[in-house]
């Protein structure tokens, strides 16, 4: 079968909508379109069931109930309910908030924002691997620490987090966890029970949903969290959140996780393969490449690689058919090597020249092969360009080098 290009191997940042799920969202639009909160008629009960069963196709995915998921417009909007949410409502228990170095911004800018408000914020590091210092974390831990917020799984790396280890922690400590669950959800087993979590992000349009929907898990008991509302108007999801409710977008996103939960496991086998696969054809051809953050506890269809002696832009270029992201942000007009890889330890360098491959359900062998092996040959041809990598080969170690600018 011919490839179809450009090839989209950048599942972390979004994901196509399953077939399966627009089949079910469709009549949302038109014949059943009626408000959820519509007490009155058939219209609004159609919307309400409507909104009920992907409210309990969600928690089942997560080992929730049905009345501890909280629906909002996205994960961003989650991690924001969930931090501010908390901060607000035990200000008077403690203002001390505990996170770490590698969250998704939606968490680090929320920090930051309470920060300015006059909350306290633990920043952890994470080590090599990608992982934060479980001693760490209970060090950091005081009276008047009210939320340890730490993500399940990493967005650039992969790499997941001693999730159960520190539900434990923050449950012997009386303290609240929020995990952003986004990147793990419909990926890997997620349950709240076993993993000690109190609150949970998750995003519709990062496991095969449609975007601009999401939703907050809330524990209702052991402990029951209570939260302050960061929209007020009609007093929609139990006064968590109000506004009209997305009715197709919820379906879809109900659909999506149903997917997930029934075709995990098979899936997890076919997304690994692939990965695999992947990762064999690129490190078995080329030498002085590197995989940022452990493989040991780590998202089945991810893997980031930092190449040595290329130069990042080039690279991308290199394989501009294959849609992928790199480890550097643009921010306004210089290039920063992302804050990820840093955190990690990784240098400028080889941070601009990681490559983030997320493999979804829609990739197929021969697309893993067509990317493999356009990394490879682009690699060799900058490589063969670079004086660097020569002399590097040669035996002269190039970071002991002693630079003079003219
Ligand atoms: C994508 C993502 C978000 C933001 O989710 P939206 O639904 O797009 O707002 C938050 N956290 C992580 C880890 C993500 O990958």
């Not at 924002?113 to 590091?125: A, F, H, I």
């Not at 955190?343 to 997320?358: P, Q």
């Not at 002399?391 to 002269?396: D, P």
Request: contains cysteine.
């Amino acid at each position: 079968m011919a490839i179809k290009l450009p090839i989209y191997m950048d599942n972390h940042a979004t994901t196509p909508v399953d077939p399966r799920v627009v089949d079910a969202m469709l009549p949302y639009f038109t014949e059943k379109f009626g408000n959820a909160a519509s007490r009155n008629h058939a219209f609004g009960w159609a919307g309400e069931e409507a909104v009920e069963n992907a409210r309990a196709q969600i928690a089942q995915l997560i080992g929730a109930t049905p009345k501890e998921i909280v629906f909002t417009s996205g994960a961003t909007e989650s991690d924001n309910l969930a931090i501010k949410g908390v901060a607000e409502m035990y200000r008077e228990k403690g203002n001390h908030i505990i996170t770490q170095v590698t969250e998704h911004k939606a968490v680090l800018d929320t920090c930051k924002r309470l920060e300015k408000e006059g909350y306290e914020v633990t920043y952890l590091p994470v080590e090599k691997s990608g992982q934060i210092n479980l001693d760490d974390l209970r060090r950091a831990i005081t009276p008047k620490t009210i939320l340890i917020s730490i993500m399940y799984a990493n967005n650039e790396i992969g790499v997941i987090q001693p999730i159960a280890e520190i539900g434990k922690i923050a449950k012997e400590k009386g303290v609240f966890f929020h995990s952003d669950g986004v990147q793990a959800v419909g990926k890997v087993p997620v349950d709240v029970q076993k993993d000690g979590i109190d609150l949970l992000s998750i995003s519709a349009h990062k496991l095969y949903g449609p975007k601009g929907v999401g939703a907050l898990y809330v524990r209702r008991k052991n402990p029951r969290v209570q939260l302050t509302a960061m929209v007020d108007g009609g007093g929609h999801e139990r006064g968590m959140r109000s506004g009209t409710l997305n009715v197709p977008g919820i379906v879809g996103f109900g659909k999506a996780c149903e997917l997930c939960r029934l075709e995990m496991a098979e899936e997890t086998k076919k997304l690994s393969a692939l990965r695999d696969r992947l990762r064999g054809a690129i490190m078995s051809k080329l030498d002085e490449t590197f995989i940022n953050g452990t493989m040991e506890h780590h998202l089945p269809h991810n893997i980031n690689i930092s190449f040595a002696y290329v130069e990042g832009e080039s690279l991308l270029m290199g394989i501009n058919d294959v849609a992928v992201s790199s480890g550097s942000a643009c921010t306004s007009a210089t290039l920063e090597p992302s804050y990820v890889l840093k955190a990690l330890g990784v240098g400028e360098d080889l941070a601009h020249t990681s490559i983030r491959f997320g493999i979804g359900r829609f990739n197929t062998e021969e697309e893993v092969d067509y990317v493999a092996n356009r990394v490879v040959e682009t690699v060799n041809r900058l490589r063969e360009l670079s004086p660097l990598y020569e002399m590097a080969k040669e035996g002269t170690d190039v970071s002991k080098m002693n630079w003079k600018t003219a």
